[in-house]
């Protein structure tokens, strides 16, 4: 059975960090793209970034320069360090598989139940 579960989320002010992580368990993680995907309240889910098997990574221009996703297959678990954190990324945010915007809205994508993110001060 695939499972993804997000944590490490929490109450920040602005300008500062955090860094959240998604275990998985229930399919070759080394082997699948995966993403992070964010909502917000009373908006639409939002798709932030992606990682490619072999490395490379592509973000959304709203984290760009601010969020940094990395993996580690030994383990099996997604991190996502944000920084410079602002209001408008206080939203609920998932892992899932898929490395695309498009890949994560297939039915076989999978993601975890989130972990909520407040940013305020």
Not at 60 to 81: Q, W
Request: net charge neutral; aromatic share 8%; hydrophobic share 30%.
């Amino acid at each position: 059975e695939v499972q993804l579960e997000e944590s490490g989320g929490g109450l920040v002010q602005p300008g500062g960090s955090l860094t959240l992580s998604c275990a998985t368990s229930g399919f070759p993680f080394a082997t699948v793209g995966m993403s992070w995907l964010r909502q917000a309240p009373g908006q639409e889910i939002e798709w932030i970034v992606g990682s490619f098997i072999h490395g490379r990574t592509d973000y959304a221009p709203s984290v760009k320069g601010r969020f940094t996703i990395s993996r580690d297959n030994d383990k099996k678990t997604l991190h996502l360090h944000m920084s410079s954190l602002r209001t408008d990324d206080t939203a609920v945010y998932y892992c899932a598989t898929g490395k695309t915007s498009y890949e994560v809205s297939l039915p076989a994508s999978r993601r975890g139940p989130g972990t909520q993110v407040t940013v305020s001060g």
